[in-house]
């Protein structure tokens, strides 16, 4: 009697499951692709009207930099880069790039000072301190051509305030010739620049400050530190965010001046108070010197662009780096 032993066969023995990578589920991109649409979508208009009205003005103006062109017609007489050698080499330019620099060195030394210094009194409980910010930000919301027409009646020779006020005092003939006399022109401007936008950085440097928490400035006083070190080793560092951003925009603002210098003076007197938008604005729609205009556009788009990247690496370093965000990441 044989005893049959059963068992599985070689063939149909059991082996190990391998894994298939077609049957293996792939992840649906469709939730992403509609995301991306949708992203797309609702930036496509602010994307088309960067591109018309920034990035095609700006290939535009360096096209047409290169040739010596009146702004009729085609652009045809190719003259290389000679329009940016005769910008260099004119007093006129030279003129406007130290006027800025002058313009600069003003708004650092007096307009900043001030602007802060008025913030920090309209950060302490004043009676009424709510109608003195209103009436400090106010000239703020005043377009730049408004605010020139004003000072241009305020200063008028005749029955000007400001003349009127100066004659008290016996200099009623410097009220009449502020925005005349080549020695006084530029510092008139900047002070109207200065009574326009003072307030707008009071009104940042303002918010910066009452983002201090108040425990800092109480536990230093605590400690007993005086008025004057618990600025200067508080608040004015826990501001230094704000004082850069805010010196960011006046030199930038400066290098672009145009509206109220053009309305106030024109340039005059003899190129004493043009700036560089003045200039190209003199060269492009007065004497027809299109090319030449684009060369100096070109110019103040290069000096800004530069300023903003070196200042950013340099300066606002510190204060980006803790702006910048992560997407996505996976552990």
């Known amino acids: 009697m044989t005893r049959s032993v059963t068992g599985p066969r070689p063939d149909t023995a059991a082996t190990p499951a391998r894994s298939n990578p077609a049957a293996a589920p792939r992840p649906d991109r469709r939730p992403g692709l509609r995301r991306l649409g949708t992203i797309l979508f609702f930036l496509a208009p602010a994307l088309v009207l960067f591109l018309l009205l920034v990035i095609v003005p700006i290939l535009v103006a360096g096209y047409t930099s290169l040739f010596k062109w009146n702004g009729f017609n085609l652009p045809e007489d190719f003259v290389g880069l000679d329009n940016f050698s005769r910008a260099l080499g004119d007093p006129i330019f030279q003129g406007d790039l130290r006027r800025a620099l002058v313009l600069i060195v003003l708004s650092v030394v007096i307009q900043l000072p001030v602007s802060l210094a008025l913030a920090l009194l309209l950060n302490q409980p004043l009676r009424g301190r709510a109608v003195y910010r209103l009436v400090f930000f106010a000239p703020y919301v005043l377009s730049e051509v408004t605010t020139a027409v004003l000072f241009t009646l305020v200063f008028s020779p005749s029955r000007g305030l400001g003349s009127t006020v100066l004659g008290w005092f016996g200099a009623a003939e410097l009220g009449g010739s502020i925005f005349a006399d080549p020695g006084t022109v530029l510092y008139a401007v900047f002070f109207v620049i200065s009574w326009k936008y003072f307030g707008f950085h009071m009104i940042l440097y303002l918010a910066g400050r009452q983002g201090i928490p108040r425990e800092l400035t109480e536990a230093a006083t605590t400690d007993g530190a005086s008025g004057w070190q618990v600025f200067r080793h508080v608040t004015l560092p826990l501001l230094g965010p704000t004082i850069r951003i805010s ?85």
């Not at 662009?305 to 910048?324: I, P, S, T």
């Open 247 to 331: 010196l960011f925009l006046s030199i930038i603002g400066t290098i672009q001046l145009f509206d109220m210098v053009w309305v106030l003076t024109g340039g005059g007197p003899t190129h004493a108070s043009e700036t560089l938008a003045v200039t190209m604005f003199q060269y492009g729609f007065r004497r027809f010197e299109v090319g030449y205009a684009s060369a100096i556009s070109i110019v103040m788009f290069l000096l800004s662009l530069v300023f903003a990247l070196l200042y950013q690496r340099f300066v606002l370093r510190r204060d980006l780096e803790g702006a910048l965000t992560t997407r996505g990441v996976q552990r």
